[in-house]
């Protein structure tokens, strides 16, 4: 199983176009010793031909051009992306649905309630259904499903205690499937990551995906619970906006810290995290406890 990181940063990405924070500004400087990032989305294949695009990102067109794997090869009109699977509905993961309008109807994969919110309070379906057309196929909420075109690998999303997006009509009121974690399985190999960019709270049966996953690719949004307030860029916390930090005695580090010996990854980094800087304290502190920052165009072969 072959996965690449399209975009390892969160909505806005790094450097965020409005934003003068110390990561932002050191970055166009060159006083931060860090890189650009795109807007998180990973690409999963198992024959490297044929892939399945796991959030579409407002980036995605940037993606493909630095990602020659889902360039067209094939054919007059062709892509490597034989399907779109959605983990949310938040505008960072599904706005590049429209760049992919051009193309033939898109295979999108995604739970009912995100499949409501695309057709209701952010209608990118109706839109689309004036250009590509989509074909949707239910994402079934802890049960596993297989991919056509993606021989031998093994889905199976799980519910996370997390948000509906901002504009959704339940924002205050999660349900079962707004937001999903991804279990995903090579049959060949035995070999299995664990996908969840937005990761609120790690319930008995996210911590026993962590603990079977070879890889884990999980919420790197916030160093601080209080970061964006303590920065004076927003009133909310990391929890508020359905984020586990990476900091403190619960924090995504003790979580990683808890589930033994494997690849841990943290994507989805907002541009205030200070672990973007590479010269960081807290980029050394993830390094002592065995855990990677994704970066855009990062591979794993599992």
Same mark, same amino acid.
């Given at each position: 199983?072959?996965?690449?990181?399209?975009? =390892?940063?969160?909505?806005?990405?790094?450097?965020?176009?409005?934003?003068?924070?110390?990561?932002?500004?050191?970055?166009?400087?060159?006083?931060?010793?860090?890189?650009?990032?795109?807007?998180?989305?990973?690409?999963?294949? =198992?024959?490297?031909?044929?892939?399945?695009?796991?959030?579409?990102?407002?980036?995605?067109?940037?993606?493909?051009?630095?990602?020659?794997?889902?360039?067209?090869?094939?054919?007059?009109?062709? =892509?490597?992306?034989?399907?779109?699977?959605?983990?949310?509905?938040?505008?960072?993961?599904?706005?590049?649905?429209?760049?992919?309008?051009?193309?033939?109807?898109?295979?999108?994969?995604?739970?009912?309630?995100?499949?409501?919110?695309?057709?209701?309070?952010?209608?990118?379906?109706?839109?689309?259904?004036?250009?590509?057309?989509?074909?949707?196929?239910?994402?079934?909420?802890?049960?596993?499903?297989?991919?056509?075109?993606?021989?031998?690998?093994?889905?199976?999303?799980?519910?996370? =205690?997390?948000?509906?997006?901002?504009?959704?009509?339940?924002?205050?009121?999660?349900?079962?499937?707004?937001?999903?974690?991804?279990?995903?399985?090579?049959?060949?190999?035995?070999?299995?990551?664990?996908?969840?960019?937005?990761?609120?709270?790690?319930?008995?049966?996210?911590?026993?995906?962590?603990?079977?996953?070879?890889?884990?690719?999980?919420?790197?949004?916030?160093?601080?619970?209080?970061?964006?307030?303590?920065?004076?860029?927003?009133?909310?916390?990391?929890?508020?906006?359905?984020?586990?930090?990476?900091?403190?005695?619960?924090?995504?580090?003790?979580?990683?810290?808890?589930?033994?010996?494997?690849?841990?990854?943290?994507?989805?980094?907002?541009?205030?995290?200070?672990?973007?800087?590479?010269?960081?304290?807290?980029?050394?502190?993830?390094?002592?406890?065995?855990?990677?920052?994704?970066?855009?165009?990062?591979?794993?072969?599992?």
């Amino acid at each position: 199983m072959n996965i690449i990181v399209l975009g =390892s940063a969160a909505g806005g990405g790094f450097p965020q176009w409005n934003c003068n924070c110390r990561n932002c500004a050191g970055l166009r400087n060159g006083t931060v010793r860090a890189t650009a990032r795109t807007q998180s989305s990973i690409a999963v294949s =198992s024959n490297g031909t044929d892939w399945v695009l796991i959030n579409a990102s407002p980036d995605i067109l940037a993606q493909i051009r630095a990602t020659p794997a889902l360039q067209p090869a094939r054919d007059k009109r062709d =892509s490597g992306i034989a399907a779109v699977m959605l983990m949310d509905a938040q505008v960072d993961h599904v706005t590049g649905l429209l760049m992919l309008r051009e193309g033939s109807t898109l295979a999108l994969y995604c739970t009912a309630p995100v499949w409501r919110e695309l057709n209701g309070a952010l209608p990118l379906v109706p839109v689309l259904s004036h250009y590509c057309g989509v074909h949707w196929h239910e994402l079934p909420v802890d049960s596993s499903l297989h991919v056509p075109g993606i021989a031998g690998i093994r889905f199976t999303p799980l519910a996370l =205690s997390s948000k509906a997006p901002p504009y959704s009509d339940h924002r205050a009121h999660p349900q079962i499937g707004d937001n999903i974690g991804l279990l995903i399985e090579d049959l060949a190999t035995g070999k299995s990551a664990f996908y969840a960019p937005g990761l609120g709270a790690i319930d008995p049966h996210v911590e026993a995906a962590l603990r079977r996953a070879d890889c884990v690719l999980v919420d790197g949004t916030f160093w601080r619970a209080d970061e964006m307030i303590e920065l004076g860029f927003s009133s909310k916390t990391a929890a508020d906006m359905g984020h586990l930090p990476q900091s403190g005695e619960a924090g995504m580090i003790a979580v990683l810290d808890g589930i033994g010996a494997r690849r841990k990854v943290l994507i989805h980094i907002n541009n205030t995290n200070p672990i973007l800087d590479e010269d960081s304290e807290q980029r050394a502190v993830l390094a002592r406890h065995g855990i990677e920052v994704a970066f855009d165009g990062m591979e794993i072969t599992l």
